[in-house]
């Protein structure tokens, strides 16, 4: 019930290509869900994140796409490119309760080949 | 620099040291939370404190001690660890729940090493 899934867990994309995340929950009350990047060496920072209520969120070249009867949601990376090379992590948390803990999937490997 | 100040950024430590690690932030946040990073698994959650005081606890072994005096400063204070202990330990800080809903602030991290 707490888990996210996430897939896949490696990626290669070749420059200029899309490059797509996966992640499911079980659990309905989650109501919040970011997506966090990771650069070797330094701490998840947060890159783009959704409600619920809305079906897709775009911030330049990244989109959240959210299912939300399927309990999927997915990252989209337009005009992938080789900076964007990172781990990637989706994560789902709680907004309004009493709790404030996001909940992350095992994170995606990207590398954008030149 | 994220706001989240993480130190050491590496630790290596023998079995039978004690040690702590600082995690300090200026964000205005009234939660911080330690977690803990191994290759190829999830984020792990260790420790919640909103406003100080510690609300969640997950199952972490007592040989990791956190401590939280403000709600800027938040330590893990580490004794008799095991080599399985070693990875990456991130401490991020956020609004406390009914707060602005912006995420979470990571540091950089500790890259502990047990030896």
Redesign the interface.
Known sequence: QQQ?KQSP?SLIVQKGGISIINCAYENTAFD?F?W?QQFP??????LI?IRPDVSEKKEGRFTISFNKSAKQFSLHIMDSQPGDSATY?CAASL?????????????TLLAVQP | ETGVTQTPRHLVMGMTNKKSLKCEQHLGHNAMYWYKQSAKKPLELMFVYNFKEQTENNSVPSRFSPECPNSSHLFLHLHTLQPEDSALYLCASSHSPGGPRYGYTFGSGTRLTVV
């Open positions: 996210v867990q919040y970011p966090y060496g330094k701490g998840p920072a947060l994140a992590f907004y309004g309760g009493a709790t404030n803990k996001l909940i992350f999937g095992t994170g």
